[in-house]
């Protein structure tokens, strides 16, 4: 069965500086997907940044990059220039390429303060 | 375009009693989900409906809680008979066939005393 584990409940980081948050899974498939979910207050869970697996470039969206290492079955995300609007809670998520079943699996998540 | 709706926003009820709970996805996603978030928790998917057809359904715990799409729109999600630890955010996400990015409502928190 698949698995992801995010070991950090609670991380924090000062305004403007960079933030990198853990993620690993567990799975036997060789074809799967890799996101990072941002969720705020308002519960509204918002998509920051994906990974195909078979893809070995780390996925870049603006401040948010990964590092993905497959073989250590390893997703982190870095936050750069960390601003206030970044405080949430963050979820890594799975989910298999193939087939029609799109479920998506989460970890615990991690809840990140920003400091000003 | 509009997001994915959902109400209520909250409810709150005593254990034992029913509740629904309705979603519309985004116009023209043939992919709902609910999802099931629990306090502290990430979400886990409950049932997943491609068009009006059920894809996955095999963590709801199918006694006491039941989903239906019909016309391959609209969802409704119920508990029925509630319990205690069904207290939690039922978030209801869509996808347009194919595609990976799931899109999120706002969701309902669920609250039984």
């Known amino acids: 069965a698949q698995t992801v584990t995010q070991s950090q409940p609670e991380m924090s980081v000062q305004e403007a500086e960079t933030v990198t948050l853990s993620c690993t899974y567990d799975t036997s498939e060789s074809d799967y997907y890799l996101f990072w979910y941002k969720q705020p207050p308002s519960r509204q869970m918002i998509l920051v940044i994906r990974q195909e697996a078979y893809k070995q470039q780390n996925a870049t969206e603006n401040r948010f990059s990964v590092n993905f290492q497959k073989a250590a079955k390893s997703f982190s995300l870095k936050i750069s220039d960390s601003q206030l609007g970044d405080a949430a809670m963050y979820f890594c998520a799975y989910r298999i390429h193939s087939g029609n079943t799109g479920k998506l699996i989460f970890g615990q998540g991690t809840t990140l303060q920003v400091k000003p | 375009e509009a997001g994915v709706a959902q109400s209520p926003r909250y409810k709150i009820i005593e254990k034992r009693q029913s509740v629904a709970f309705w979603c519309n996805p985004i116009?023209?996603?043939?992919?709902l989900y609910w999802y099931q978030q629990i306090l502290g928790q990430g979400p886990k998917l409950l049932i997943q409906f491609q068009n009006n057809g059920v894809v996955d359904d095999s963590q709801l715990p199918k006694d006491r809680f039941s989903a239906e799409r019909l016309k391959g729109v609209d969802s409704t999600l119920k508990i029925q008979p509630a319990k205690l630890e069904d207290s939690a955010v039922y978030l209801c996400?869509?996808?347009?066939?194919?595609?990976?990015?799931?899109?999120f409502g706002p969701g309902t928190r669920l609250t039984v005393t």
């Open positions: 996400a869509s996808s347009s066939h194919g595609q990976y990015e799931q899109y």
């Open positions: 116009s023209g996603h043939a992919t």
